[in-house]
Each structure stands twice: as structure tokens, then as C-alpha cells.
């Protein structure tokens, strides 16, 4: 079935320090892929998108980057803050055009002061 | 000015009762979700409405029953609330529109059900 998975669920950083999330999934015809961040409390948060036909894009301190080839995608975060602090989700839009989207597990990223 | 705001935000309940969760949207989207998030945080589809209509129903069981009686509202009524029931329901909207293309979705604060 349809699946995104994400390599581990904590991800620990210093404040200042770069951060990676990853992600991989598994449905090739996924041509839309999103991440969010969910504080504790509050509901999942938009933070960059990105289609398949990019392998690259950059927000403010984020970078998205996306790997067909090998169905990875990943998050960057530049000198992460603890504001920061929170779950993060990578989703799929699967072989669907219904707007729904597949979510992973979720990864937590504590800052450390 | 809440895009997307859901009500109640805490609901506790006992086994066997009913309860609605109402959703709206001022965003102007033409496609509203409801998402449930369990104890590890996992995100899963329930229902899809677009322009009122019933897209997606991700084999919910029968005693939950969505209601969208215009495109800025998807209401979940529940019948029969069970243990299993207890987690944090999210309501969701997007603009899919003709082209059908992926966008964003916007997500209400969640409401947490504790059936007891």
C-alpha cells in the first residue's frame, strides 16, 4: 500500500546547528510532496511544498530537497531555534487528485540551548 | 481571523454517546478534510468533501458520519463512542479547483476526544 516513512522518530540538535529530516516514500506516482510542523497543542503547520518536477527549493531557513530517483525526500533547517522545537511531518499526494494527502510518521526535533 | 476553526477544542465523553465536531473555513476552499491523529502522533484521511460532496471515505466505520451542508463547513458527527475512538480529530481544507492539482491544506487546532 501507500506509505511514508520517515528514518527516525527524535532527532536531537544544538541551537545554531544545522537540521536534517528525512523522508522516504514509496509511491513513484507521488508528484506532490509537503512538509509540516506540528507544535504540541496546535494543528500541523504548512512549511514548504514541492513538486516532481523540482529537486530543489528554498524558503526562509528551510530547504526541501527531493530525490526520485531514490524516492527520498528531506528537510533542512538552517541554524535551528528552539522555536523549532516540534514534530515534523513529510506527506505524499500519492496516485490521487482528491487533494488528500499521505502523511509519515513524524520526526521530533528538540533544540538544545 | 482563524482560517480553519473547530469546535470543541477538548471533548470528553463516555462509551456509547454521541457527539458532533464542527468545522469551518472563511479561506474560501473548495475541499474540506477530516484527519485523525493517534496516541503516536500518526496522521490518517477519514473523509474528503468537495463542494459538498463526498470525494474520500477512507473505510470509516459507519457510526462516524460527516455532514458539509456548504463548501465552508465539513461537521463529523460520531454515534456509539467507543475507547478506540479517543485521539485528536483535525479538520483540513484546500483548493483542489478544476485542474484537480495538489495544494496545500490548512489545518484547524484539532479537537482531542477522550472517550472514557
Known amino acids: 500500500g501507500e506509505s511514508v516513512g520517515l528514518h527516525l522518530p527524535t532527532l536531537s540538535v544544538q541551537e545554531g546547528d544545522n537540521s536534517i529530516i528525512n523522508c522516504a516514500y514509496s509511491?513513484?506516482?507521488?508528484?506532490?510532496f509537503i512538509w509540516y510542523k506540528q507544535e504540541s497543542g496546535k494543528g500541523p503547520q504548512f512549511i514548504i511544498d514541492?513538486?516532481?518536477?523540482?529537486d530543489k527549493r528554498q524558503g526562509q531557513r528551510v530547504t526541501v530537497l527531493l530525490n526520485k530517483t531514490v524516492k527520498h525526500l528531506s528537510l533542512q533547517i538552517a541554524a535551528t531555534q528552539p522555536g523549532d522545537s516540534a514534530v515534523y511531518f513529510c506527506?505524499?499526494?500519492?496516485?490521487?487528485?482528491?487533494?488528500?494527502?499521505?502523511f509519515g510518521q513524524g520526526t521530533t526535533l528538540q533544540v538544545k540551548p | 481571523d482563524t482560517a480553519v476553526s473547530q469546535t470543541p477544542k477538548y471533548l470528553v465523553t463516555q462509551m456509547g454517546n454521541d457527539k458532533s465536531i464542527k468545522c469551518e473555513q472563511n479561506l474560501g476552499h473548495d475541499t474540506m478534510y477530516w484527519y485523525k491523529q493517534d496516541s503516536k502522533k500518526f496522521l490518517k484521511i477519514m473523509f474528503s468533501?468537495?463542494?459538498?460532496?463526498?470525494?474520500i471515505n477512507e473505510t470509516v466505520p459507519n457510526r462516524f458520519s460527516p455532514k458539509s451542508p456548504d463548501k465552508a463547513h465539513l461537521n463529523l458527527h460520531i454515534n456509539s463512542l467507543e475507547l478506540g475512538d479517543s485521539a485528536v480529530y483535525f479538520c483540513?481544507?484546500?483548493?483542489?479547483?478544476?485542474?484537480?492539482?495538489?495544494?496545500?491544506?490548512?489545518f484547524g487546532s484539532g479537537t482531542q476526544l477522550s472517550v472514557l
Open positions: 483540513a481544507s484546500s483548493q483542489i479547483g478544476q485542474r484537480s492539482t495538489n495544494e496545500k491544506l490548512f
Open positions: 468533501y468537495n463542494n459538498k460532496e463526498l470525494i
Open positions: 509511491n513513484s506516482a507521488s508528484d506532490y
Open positions: 514541492i513538486r516532481s518536477n523540482m
Open positions: 506527506a505524499e499526494n500519492g496516485s490521487s487528485n482528491t487533494g488528500k494527502l499521505i
